[in-house]
């Protein structure tokens, strides 16, 4: 990891040139959560301008990134950044939570991020995915291998939504994937069991032979469910 963000800095100062402030790594590499193989690189790059040109600029850098397996580069004025902290309030939260500076100064640090639209962002998140969960068990194939692919591939968006779901309901908010879970577990007084069991599976301390994968496809969309709505209904309240 070190020497593929030691590269990507090495290729970017000469792209970007004097038009580059600074560069921030987020995601799961910030936060100890990172498994080669399975995660990626988050990089912000944050540049004084960003017309046509300047992203042009940037193509190279950028094409050698992805090929890495990698998502491109997230590209931000300052200003934009401000004006963007009521949209991406969970995005930015995250980064200002855990992040680490690359290059240039810590602009995440005094970044403000509107935490009454945060809420409504995790309510509107958390109902979108829930329903897209639902779209997927209906639309996937009846095979343990497509089901267990569904669970899969969104147990680290509902991570997420459940961190910021338990810090939305006031509590501090969790550190990692699997405190996330345990805390919506507690507020909601759901049964996660499957969703630490996942875990394990991406952390390499189990395989999917240790999974039921069907009975475990029941509970991962009832505690979904479960988290859902009561945070729906909390907020609601408050």
């Known amino acids: 990891m070190e020497a593929q963000l030691k590269e990507f800095l090495d290729r970017l100062h000469p792209a970007a040139g004097a038009n580059l402030v600074s560069v921030v790594l987020y995601g799961s590499a910030a936060t100890g959560e990172f498994r080669a193989g399975q995660s990626d690189l988050n990089i912000l790059c944050l540049v004084s301008h960003a017309d046509a040109k300047d992203l042009e600029s940037l193509h190279a850098v950028s094409e050698w990134w992805i090929k890495k397996g990698n998502h491109p580069p997230l590209i931000f004025t300052r200003e934009e950044l401000n004006r963007s902290a009521d949209v991406f309030a969970i995005e930015f939260l995250d980064m200002k939570s855990k992040h680490r500076i690359l290059y240039g100064p810590d602009f995440l640090t005094d970044l403000e991020v509107p935490l009454h639209l945060h809420r409504l962002q995790v309510e509107r998140e958390l ?15 009846l095979t343990e291998k497509a089901h267990l692919a569904l669970m899969t591939n969104s147990l680290s968006t509902f991570c997420s939504l459940f961190r910021h779901a338990v810090f939305a309901l006031g509590e501090k908010i969790p550190a990692t994937k699997r ?7 507690a507020l909601t007084n759901s049964d996660a069991t499957t969703f630490h069991k996942l875990l394990d599976l991406r952390e390499g301390k189990s395989d999917a032979k240790s999974l039921n994968i069907e009975p475990s496809l029941h509970s991962y969309l009832a505690f ?9 209904r909390r907020l609601e309240s408050q």
């Open 224 to 232: 979904v469910e479960s988290v859902t709505n009561e945070v729906d």
């Open 127 to 141: 109902r979108t995915n829930w329903l897209r969960l639902r779209q997927a068990i209906i639309a996937a194939p």
């Open 179 to 185: 405190d996330a879970v345990t805390a919506a577990s």
